[in-house]
């Protein structure tokens, strides 16, 4: 169908920038936006895109379809926060500490951290969710996808969401990434909402945060799990 190839076409395009961009040592968010433009472009691109793309952000018009839609979230959001526990805690993976983009503020103040959660996170979860979900499985989510198409793109936009977090000292988090990443691709198929990945990985990363945040400042006992968050 056309639609998938053209979600594929985007997923290319996404880690051809993403590639170019790693080697120029640019700002590794360029892609992300090269990513937004096309895909709103497209959407704009005709009547159809356009109305999928609107109803990926409208809220359930039923109580049934709104307590799905935050059961989803808060099961998505904390199976999120049990799957970083375990790989960090029984697998092992290795650390990366001096990459870490987020390292900067586990050093700053208490009331700086709740505004850095509060204000600067949901951009950032808004974003990845606008590249990751929408524009990677939903270009393609219409009424004639099929399981096996769906389930492709959600394990494509997942791998590739893995590979955005990945580095040479961050192969552990990249591995994490790509599970997180099937997690909220699954919660927006079955929805059919960005809100539900979007509040699912605001909660699963706020909580993660949180928690190291409270361990490396009031114990001033760096956690070693700070590096993959």
Do not use: C
């Amino acid at each position: 169908m056309p639609e998938l190839w053209v979600a594929i076409g985007v997923v290319a395009a996404y880690q051809i920038a993403s590639s170019f961009v790693r080697w120029l040592k640019w700002n590794q968010f360029i892609p992300y936006f090269i990513v937004l433009i096309l895909s709103l472009l497209i959407y704009i691109s005709s009547t159809e895109f356009l109305d999928r793309f609107v109803r990926y952000f409208m809220a359930p018009v039923d109580v049934a379809g709104f307590l799905f839609q935050v059961g989803t979230t808060f099961i998505a959001g904390l199976v999120g926060v049990l799957i970083f526990v375990f790989i960090s805690k029984v697998l092992r993976l290795r650390h990366y500490r001096d990459y870490n983009p987020y390292q900067r503020f586990f050093e700053i103040k208490p009331l700086q951290f709740f505004f850095f959660v509060i204000f600067y996170m949901p951009i950032i979860v808004m974003v990845e969710e606008l590249v990751f979900r929408v524009t990677m499985i939903g270009l393609a989510h219409s009424d004639e996808i099929t399981f096996l198409e769906e389930a492709f793109l959600i394990i494509l936009s997942a791998i590739v969401f893995g590979l955005a977090h990945w580095s040479k000292e961050s192969q552990g988090h990249a591995v994490y990434a790509t599970i997180a990443g099937l997690i909220w691709g699954v919660s927006f198929t079955i929805t059919g909402s960005v809100w539900v990945p979007f509040f699912a990985h605001f909660l699963h990363n706020a909580l993660a945060m949180s928690l190291v945040y409270v361990r490396h400042h009031f114990t001033n006992q760096p956690d070693e799990d700070e590096s993959r968050v």
